[in-house]
């Protein structure tokens, strides 16, 4: 079932889209794959100027499913930037680019272990923000023993994690109540 692609971007992307996160992910379904590249660009266009960028991830003609990833450019940058994020990266498997800033060449090889790996992998949580220690601690446990579950497995202090996820549960809930009243995603979308 084809879901309106909007939508689907405010429901997973509001606390990116608010600054609240440095990326997002959300599954699209479409059998059009030239509205959805018409999509990717035109959403580009608009939220380039926010810092926001969109691009997909992971495509499949035959499912017609795909991984759309929304993200700001320079707060990515700075994830991949913190030495434990490189080094963790570098023990995954992941050729560190000469320039540090280099977002898109890590992009790919995360691209590529999205396309081509049986295993799905569990190293993206750094391409979405969450915290280093929760994406190592659900690795390790193989996602058991966490401390807080919310919008993803926290493996650290419960009681941040728990307020964490209420701001970005908060932030998508307001973002959805205004953009079905109408607010378009371009006057959300903050600029950082």
């Known amino acids: 079932m084809e879901r309106n692609f909007e939508t ?15 990326a997002g992910l959300f599954r699209y379904e479409t059998r059009d794959c030239a509205d959805l590249a018409a999509r990717v660009r035109c959403w580009n266009d608009q939220l380039g100027e926010k810092g926001l ?3 997909v991830l992971k495509g499949c003609a035959q ?19 913190d030495e434990a994020v490189q080094e963790f990266l570098q023990r995954e498997g992941y050729a560190l680019p000469e320039d540090a800033s280099d977002c898109d060449g890590m992009l790919r090889q995360l691209s590529r272990r999205l396309c ?3 295993d799905f992998p569990h190293e993206i949580g750094v391409f979405l923000g969450y915290p280093l220690t929760d994406v190592v601690g659900f690795i390790e446990n193989q996602g058991r023993n966490f401390t807080c579950c919310g919008c993803w497995k926290a493996y650290g202090d419960p009681d941040a994690a728990a307020r964490h996820f209420a701001q970005l549960n908060k932030c998508t809930r307001v973002y959805l109540r205004l953009f079905h009243e109408g607010t378009p995603i371009f006057r959300l979308a903050v600029a950082a």
């Open 53 to 55: 960028k969109v691009r």
């Open 116 to 118: 081509c790996e049986a």
């Open 63 to 81: 499912t017609h499913r795909y991984l759309i990833y929304v993200y700001r450019e320079s707060r990515l940058r700075q994830v991949l930037a």
């Open 8 to 22: 689907v971007m405010i429901e997973q992307c509001a606390p990116v889209l608010a600054g609240l996160k440095p």
